[in-house]
Every structure is written in C-alpha cells, then in structure tokens.
C-alpha cells in the first residue's frame, strides 16, 4: 500500500525545492556577473559598454524596453545615452533633474522601484510624448551603482502588465552595482581621451601660430583642428570690422556655400554679435528656437543644434568670435567652455602677429617704393629738364598705362640710367 508523505517529509522536501531554486537563482546570478565581466568590462569604449549593457539586460529579462540613463554630475542632470528601441534623435536630448519622475527617484534615492501595472499611473510617473515606453504596463528602475555613488538609472518595461519576481529584482539589482564599475571605466577612459587630444590640439596649434603661414592658411587650420577638438557640425572664425561695426566670416571647415556666404552680423546682433558686445562666452541650446539667434532657417537646413560662441581678446580689445556648433542637443560644460576659449586667445594672438608682420612688410614696401620713385624723379628732372611735379606725374601716368606699380615703373627708369651710362 501507497503511504502518503508526512508533515515532516513535506517540510523538508519544501526546504529542499526551496534551496535548489535558491542555488539556480545564485549559479544564475554567477553567470551573469561572469559575462558582464568578460563582455563589458574589458572594453573601454563608453557607447559600446553601454550597448551591450542594454542588450544584455533585455536578453536576460526578456523586456520590450531597456532604457539607460546616466548622471551628467555638472549639470545634476539624468541624459539617456541607450535604449533597445533606437532613438537617435532623443539619445543625449531626453535629461531629467535628481528627483523627477520614477527614473529622477531612483536615482536621488539610490532605491529600486518595481511596478507591475499602469507604471503612468504612479505619481512620480514623468511622461515624454516622443518616447513610446511611455505607454508601458510593467516598469523595473534599478540605481546604477560606483563605488558607492550612483552614476545611472537602468530602466526594463514590459509592454503588458509583468509581476517582478524577487529572482528578477535581484538579478537586475546586481547587474545594476556591477555593470557601474565598467561605465566608470569607460568614463575615465573616454576623458582621458579627450583630454589628451585637447593637448595635442593646443600643441600643434601653438607651433602653427609660431611658423611663418599666412594668415588664411592659419585661420583655416585652426577651425579644422578646433571642429575636431570640440565634436562640432561647424565651426567657424568670424572677425570684426571696427570702423562698419559688423562681424564676418573669415574662415569655416564646412563645405555649405551658403553658411560661407551668410550675411555680416552687426554687434549687439544675433548670437555672436551680442559676445562681442557682452565680452563673454555664450551658450545655446537650440540655435533654431532661440529669438536672438538671426538664421534659424539656415541652422535647420544645416543640421545644427546647440552653439558655443567665445570673443577672441587681445587684452581688452574683442577682434571676433569663434563658434561651435553640434549637431544635437548639448550642454558645454565649463571645461569646453574654457578650452574653446584657449583656442579663440591663441586665434587672436595668430592674427595679431601676422597683421603686425604684413603692416611692417607693407610699412618696408612702401618705403623702398619711395626711394625709388624718388631716385626715378631725379634721373627724368635731370634728362627731360622738368620739374619734379611733372616728373612725378610721368612715372604715374606710366604705370596707369602698363598697369605696373610705380616702383616697377620707377626701378625700369633706374636701370635704363644705369645702363646708358655704362
């Protein structure tokens, strides 16, 4: 006869099924953390780290959605920087501040939040209508975790309602401390980066401002560099006409005509004219919505979104501008803010230099053009028994009509001399 399973034996085999499901759940969690270190932590560029974070997060959990934010720490700022669904118009453009909606909680609070249904519902709930996760049932937010700080906001959803398990909660919870550690790395490695190619920038640019270029040719090097330092769309020189009060451009990297060709700015004018105005470094976010910006219609045909303009300053003197344009919505830090800055000094000091080199050169040529129309004078008053006004008017009249300088004609007149006296 069949005997039935006591009470003891239920308990313990209860005990036993609840122990191998503990130990699946930790061999799984084991796993994880192994691929995350193989995968992620051995590569240092930030956009792929952050990828695969996303596509690993929705291969283990099996969500619709996977949202990545991290903390810009000079703005106090969450920026989406990856999601599964792509967004390219909206990574980098969505921020949200410390506290704001269910992401901005998670992350002031350094706490998860897991809602199973009607994630809109919830009172922390913060609604972007570009985003289509909006309409979601199910939302898991987990800190993401370095050191001790939090430096992002994972987000998974499901498109229908999803109870969280505390096996998933865990899970994500873990991947959220581990994965902080490689984006930080990444992070430091990205600036480390940029950092190094600031100097190199600044570098060579000290050395080319030194040599012996025309001024063109330095100008034109310098936006290419400076377009390459700073990630931007355009970036342009524009200097200033003192005695018409306008601002023009000298010199750009970009290959629109019709940005080349863009009319003067007066100061006080548009963006640019307001820095040298101003004498300061302005910032805007979106060049095409901005009312002090003159050309919006051109930003848009042009692809350009946020602008840095600086004043290139001898001493106290403004002599133009320099602008930076992205392609998509940035905040310039302090840091960018302060290097375009160098740039725009070392600009100044470039046109400086060779403006006071090609005075003197013409300062040269017109005294050694002197001499000689002096000399020619003297040898056609002496041969042609004129005076010196007709004389003079000779050699003018001479170089009207060949269309030669009067030094030219004035240096033939000499040589002829010389000649017919050896």
């Known amino acids: 006869m069949f005997a039935m399973p006591t009470r003891a034996q239920k308990t313990v085999s209860t005990k036993k099924g609840s122990a191998k499901g503990a130990l699946e759940q930790k061999t799984r969690e084991l796993g994880v953390l192994h691929r995350i270190t193989e995968q992620i932590s051995s590569n240092l560029e930030l956009e792929v780290v952050l990828k695969e974070i996303v596509e690993m997060v929705v291969e283990i959990t099996q969500a619709d959605a996977c949202l990545l934010y991290l903390l810009d720490e000079t703005q106090k700022e969450l920026t989406l920087r990856a999601s599964k669904n792509p967004h390219p118009k909206l990574i980098g453009r969505i921020r949200l501040e410390l506290g704001e909606g269910i992401t901005g909680w998670v992350a002031k609070e350094k706490k998860m939040v897991a809602i199973a249904k009607d994630a809109s519902e919830d009172p922390r709930f913060a609604l972007f209508h570009n985003l289509p996760e909006d309409r979601y049932h199910a939302f898991l937010s987990v800190p993401v975790i370095s050191k001790g700080e939090i430096i992002g906001v994972i987000n998974i959803q499901h498109k229908k309602p999803h109870y969280h398990s505390d096996g998933e909660i865990a899970l994500l919870t873990t991947i959220g401390h581990q994965v902080g550690s490689a984006i930080e790395n990444a992070r430091l490695y990205e600036e480390m980066k940029r950092k190094a190619m600031q100097i190199d920038t600044l570098s060579r640019m000290s050395t080319m401002i030194a040599s012996n270029r025309y001024l063109e040719e330095i100008l034109n090097l ?60 302005i910032t805007v976010l979106d060049v095409t919505g901005d009312p002090h910006f003159r050309f919006p219609e051109l930003a848009k045909k042009e692809g350009l979104f946020s602008l840095l303009s600086v004043p290139m300053m001898i001493k106290d003197r403004v002599i133009g501008v320099i602008n930076s344009y992205t392609s998509k919505e940035h905040h310039f830090t302090p840091e960018e803010i302060n290097i375009l800055q160098t740039v725009a000094n070392q600009a100044a000091v470039a046109i400086e230099n060779t403006t006071l080199v090609q005075q003197s050169s013409a300062m040269q040529e017109a005294l050694e053009t002197r001499k000689a129309v002096e000399r020619a004078k003297g040898i056609l008053m002496k041969q042609g028994k004129i005076s010196e006004e007709e004389s003079f008017r000779l050699i003018q009249r001479q170089s009207m009509n060949t269309r030669k300088t009067m030094r030219e004609i004035a240096e033939a007149i000499i040589l002829a001399s010389e000649i017919k006296k050896g």
Do not use: F, H, W
Request: aromatic residues 2%; proline residues 3%; glycine residues 6%.
């Open 222 to 281: 310098i936006v290419t560099m400076t377009a390459g330092m700073m990630n931007s769309k355009i970036c342009s020189i524009m200097l200033l006409d003192e005695p018409k009060g306008e601002l023009k451009i000298v010199a750009t990297q970009s290959l629109s005509e019709e940005y080349r060709q863009k009319a003067n700015v007066k100061i006080g004018e548009s963006v640019s004219g307001r820095v040298v105005k101003e004498r300061r470094p």
